[in-house]
């Protein structure tokens, strides 16, 4: 039962461009949203996250939007640098849930 | 401040045995999560510890059991070990006040348990 999904598993941008990326959800009772990201063999990192009672949240290089008609939110990451390659995690909550639930990831590879 | 840390960080087993992980969350938070990950597959939530109680389950069977202690460290134990346990076990802290919870969760480096 998806109820993260990440459409797209992999992105390359060039150094200096921006990227973003995708995540939708399905269920309603969602009211917490996060991105991580991941490089291998280690756990993941707090990037930035977002309540639903925003639609935009900003940190440095990172802005996530949050469209809660579409049940959709993009992370936008200006400029890419090329340590920004990784896997990047969206990830879901409710309050008193406790659980993320996490989408598939996105492999983003940032090129010189 | 020091973050989420886990040990062992490689564990090899054979299929029937019981494997033990540790967590030990940042100091303050008081709550901490288990989340496996393996290969070709996301992130799936396990269990979810706070102030010494289990507060959630993920879908895994009893097999996979943990608790936490006084002082919010925690330990996911497995028994019956299978091959298809062989994975990531990520552990997570957050910190919350009675009655809220706050879900920014900070990851360890995870234990690679290796099943045979």
């Known amino acids: 039962d998806q109820q993260v999904k990440q459409n797209s598993p992999s992105l390359s941008v060039q150094e200096g461009r921006i990227s973003i990326l995708n995540c939708d959800y399905t269920?309603?009772?969602?009211?917490?949203f996060l991105w991580y990201k991941k490089y291998p063999a280690e756990g993941p990192t707090f990037l930035i996250s977002?309540?639903?009672?925003?639609d935009k949240n900003e940190d440095g290089r990172f802005t996530v939007f949050l469209n809660k008609s579409a049940k959709h939110l993009s992370l936008h990451i200006v400029p890419s640098q090329p340590g920004d390659s990784a896997v990047y995690f969206c990830?879901?909550?409710?309050?008193?849930?406790?659980?993320?639930?996490f989408g598939a990831g996105t492999q983003v590879v940032v090129t010189p | 401040e020091a973050g989420v840390t886990q040990s062992p960080t490689h564990l090899i087993k054979t299929r029937g045995q019981q494997a033990t992980l540790r967590c030990s969350p940042i100091?303050?938070?008081?709550?901490v999560y288990w989340y496996q990950q393996a290969l070709g597959l996301g992130l799936q939530f396990l269990l979810w510890?706070?102030?010494?109680?289990?507060?959630n389950r993920g879908n895994f069977p009893p097999r996979f059991s943990g608790r936490q202690f006084p002082n919010y460290s925690s330990e996911l134990n497995v028994n019956a070990l299978e091959l298809e346990d062989s994975a990531l076990y990520l552990c997570?802290?957050?910190?919350?006040?009675?009655?809220?919870?706050?879900?920014?969760?900070?990851f360890g480096p995870g234990t690679r348990l290796t099943v045979l």
């Open positions: 997570a802290s957050s910190w919350g006040e009675q009655g809220e919870v706050y879900n920014e969760q900070f």
């Open positions: 269920n309603s009772m969602f009211d917490y």
């Open positions: 977002i309540s639903s009672i925003k």
């Open positions: 990830a879901a909550s409710a309050v008193f849930w406790g659980k993320l639930q």
């Open positions: 100091s303050g938070h008081t709550s």
């Open positions: 510890y706070d102030e010494g109680e289990e507060r």
